[in-house]
Each structure stands twice: as structure tokens, then as C-alpha cells.
């Protein structure tokens, strides 16, 4: 069962690399264009504002994998650390239920949507675009569930990747400190 989580970690971040480095090409391109030809490309900025919310949505389906989502915590660290995990996935549950209500709303919105409703410059159909709604709705929603499953029943704590950063860059801080005072020691 890890591998095929481990195989949905990758894909989500492929996915997102691939989308934020097609949609900022095409914008340079689309600067350069104006820029240097005097012209605009019109379906650029179209397709780069579609592959920005596909993005988007793909990016939080995949913060919520590393637990890295905007919270209010303070109040969790007061208590103790099994409090705050069952209070933490009283929230989540809440999430989930957001979740669920909007990938319903999403589908039923999607299913309404009729074939001639399409993207201006490019044509597309809108109900391919707006698929990303119930695809990286579902995901997220996955994804909180393997985190409380990962926090409740593993016991293990994801940690957010900023956080991590942080004190790795404080400990390099802290290491290059030492060996400053043990070279000025001499």
C-alpha cells in the first residue's frame, strides 16, 4: 500500500512542476511576443490561467498531503499532544464534509454544463476544465484522511516542509556558528 501512496506523492508533484513550468513559458512567451514582435498570442493567456488553476487546486490537493494547509495552532501546542490530534481531526472532519458537499456540487455544476459552453480563444469545452474541481477535491480529501490515518493510528506526525526548512537552516546557522568560535578560538 506505500508504494501506490508513494506513487501518488510523485504524480501530484509531477503534475504540479509540469503545470507551473508550461504555464510560465507560455506567459514569457507571450512577453516576448508583445514585446519584441508587437503581437499577442490570444489563446496563451487563456490556457496559462487554466493550467494556473489546475495548479492551484493540484498544489493544495498536495499540501494537504504534508499537512502544510494555514491553521491555527497555538491553542493545539497548549494542550496535550493526544488532545490536539483528536481536536485537529474534528476539524479535518468538518474538511471532509466541505469536501464532499463541493465535489457534489462540482459534479452536478459539470453535468449541467452543455457542449457548447466553451473557453473563448480556445475552444474547449468547459466541462474538461471544470474537472479539475471534483478530481483535486477528492484527492485533498484523501489526502487528510491518510494524514489523520498517518497522526491517529501510525502515531507518526507529518511535518510541514516550511517548518522543516526553518530548522534545518537553523541548525546549518547554528553549526557554522561553532566551527566560527572554534576557528576564532585559535
Not at 484522511?145 to 534545518?168: A, F, I, R, S, T
Amino acid at each position: 500500500m506505500s508504494a501506490l501512496w508513494t506513487h501518488l506523492d510523485k504524480l501530484e508533484s509531477y503534475i504540479c512542476r509540469v503545470l507551473l513550468a508550461v504555464f510560465v513559458t507560455l506567459l514569457f512567451v507571450q512577453i516576448v511576443a508583445r514585446q519584441l514582435f508587437g503581437f499577442s498570442i490570444t489563446w496563451i493567456e487563456e490556457l496559462s490561467v487554466i493550467l494556473f488553476v489546475w495548479f492551484a487546486y493540484f498544489g493544495a490537493s498536495y499540501a494537504a498531503r504534508m499537512s502544510a494547509h494555514n491553521r491555527v495552532l497555538f491553542h493545539l501546542k497548549a494542550m496535550p499532544r493526544r488532545t490536539a490530534r483528536i481536536i485537529e481531526a474534528i476539524g479535518d472532519l468538518f474538511w471532509i464534509g466541505f469536501n464532499i458537499v463541493f465535489i457534489w456540487q462540482a459534479t452536478i455544476f459539470i453535468s449541467r454544463l452543455r457542449p457548447f459552453v466553451k473557453a473563448q480563444t480556445l475552444g474547449w469545452e468547459m466541462r474538461y476544465v471544470y474537472l479539475v474541481l471534483p478530481i483535486a477535491f477528492a484527492l485533498m480529501t484523501i489526502r487528510i484522511l491518510q494524514v489523520n490515518y498517518l497522526k491517529l493510528v501510525k502515531g507518526m506526525d507529518p511535518q510541514d516542509p516550511d517548518k522543516v526548512e526553518v530548522e534545518e537552516m537553523l541548525e546549518l546557522a547554528a553549526d557554522e556558528q561553532r566551527a566560527y568560535e572554534r576557528e576564532h578560538r585559535k
